[in-house]
């Protein structure tokens, strides 16, 4: 596939550069990439320097890049997710309440590699254990293929909970790159009810009420 394929849209007022926007923005121009014409060839590993090899990261690296966003190399993504965790800007998925922009890792069930080993970017949580994930070199839904080195660009809905729609919980961790305007490490879900707010206030001298 040409280098020049699926350019990436001009940074914009409420796109703008360094933005959790913009990384998604950049993200979705890349949906329907196919690698080739040799096996792991792309233009993403030839940012990374990292070209014929599983480039999921290379994929992430390359959206953050033209997004304006620092994130960790995670080309080799249990290396992007130890990053994280060092930069205390990680939560593991089953205390995870992701946001968009979050860089989710996965582990895929079964699939023979007991490890991280699969990186892509949340786009949407919806609220129920499951997002939608922008991921390169994956496979579309309704084809046969990897998900972890399938050769595309996708969309492609995630678990990181048990959840109602029955998906399979993939992502075992998110990390939160530091976007311009906001953005901080994820927090993790409290059980324990919010404190309630004491309107009746009292003087801390007598202990009587404040008007």
């Known amino acids: 596939m040409a280098v020049d394929d699926f ?29 080739g014409p040799k096996d792991n060839e792309t233009k993403y590993g030839a940012y990374t ?17 033209e997004a304006g966003v620092k994130i960790p190399n995670t080309v080799y993504t249990p290396g ?13 998925g089953d205390l995870a309440d992701p946001e968009p922009g979050d ?24 609220g129920d254990g499951t997002v939608w994930c922008i991921e390169g070199n994956t496979t579309g839904d309704g084809k046969k293929g990897s998900q972890r080195n399938g ?22 961790g998110f990390g939160r790159p530091k976007f311009k305007g906001g953005g901080s490490a994820p927090k993790a879900e409290s059980s324990a009810p919010a404190a309630k707010e004491d309107t009746n206030k009292k003087c801390p001298h007598c202990g009587g009420p404040l008007n």
């Open 103 to 126: 860089i989710a890792y996965f582990d895929f069930p079964a699939d023979g590699v007991d490890r991280i080993s699969h990186v892509g970017i949340v786009i949407e949580d919806n």
């Open 151 to 172: 050769g595309e660009a996708c969309k492609k809905l995630r678990a990181f909970k048990k959840n109602p729609k029955k998906v399979q919980i993939s992502i075992v």
């Open 49 to 65: 320097k990292a070209n014929f090899q599983p480039w999921c990261g290379s994929f992430v690296n390359w959206c953050a890049n």
């Open 80 to 92: 992007g997710a130890a990053a994280f965790k060092k930069a205390n800007a990680w939560i593991d």
């Open 7 to 35: 350019p990436v849209p001009a940074p914009s007022d409420s796109k703008p550069q360094g933005s959790v926007a913009r990384l998604i923005q950049v993200a979705k121009s890349q949906v329907g990439y196919i690698e």
